[in-house]
């Protein structure tokens, strides 16, 4: 059974960062390809960031190039996403999937991904 837990979410300052973390379980983490994905308020999910299982060719939405990055450590089964220079457009729901459906470096797709909880990332101006 996939278990993702979530963490690092919280409130922050325009300008500020944060770095959430994702604690992954239940399945084979090192042959999975890995992502975040957020929800804004009265949007749908979408996605950030994702990592092919051999942390190849991510994936970055065009909304945070430059100022996200994502990373992956298969021998403790964890995937990290640090935001950097954040603004009030990234206040969302940051949710961890497993099991994404990657073009490497090009799309990822959540059509057959499991979900962590999600954690909230607010950011005032």
């Known amino acids: 059974q996939v278990h993702l837990v979530e963490s690092g979410g919280g409130s922050v300052q325009a300008g500020g960062s944060l770095r959430l973390s994702c604690a992954a379980s239940?399945?084979?983490?090192?042959?999975?390809?890995m992502g975040w994905f957020r929800q804004r308020p009265g949007k749908e999910r979408e996605g950030v960031s994702c990592?092919?299982?051999?942390?190849?060719?991510?994936y970055y939405a065009d909304s945070v190039k430059g100022r996200f990055t994502i990373s992956r450590d298969n021998a403790k089964s964890t995937v990290t996403l640090q935001m950097n220079n954040l603004t009030p457009e990234d206040t969302a729901v940051y949710y961890c999937?497993?099991?994404?459906?990657?073009?490497?470096?090009?799309?990822?797709?959540?059509?057959?991904?499991?979900w962590g909880q999600g954690t909230q990332v607010t950011v005032s101006s």
């Open positions: 990592i092919p299982w051999n942390s190849g060719s991510v």
């Open positions: 999937a497993a099991r994404t459906l990657m073009v490497p470096g090009l799309t990822c797709s959540a059509a057959l991904a499991s």
């Open positions: 239940g399945f084979t983490f090192d042959i999975s390809n």
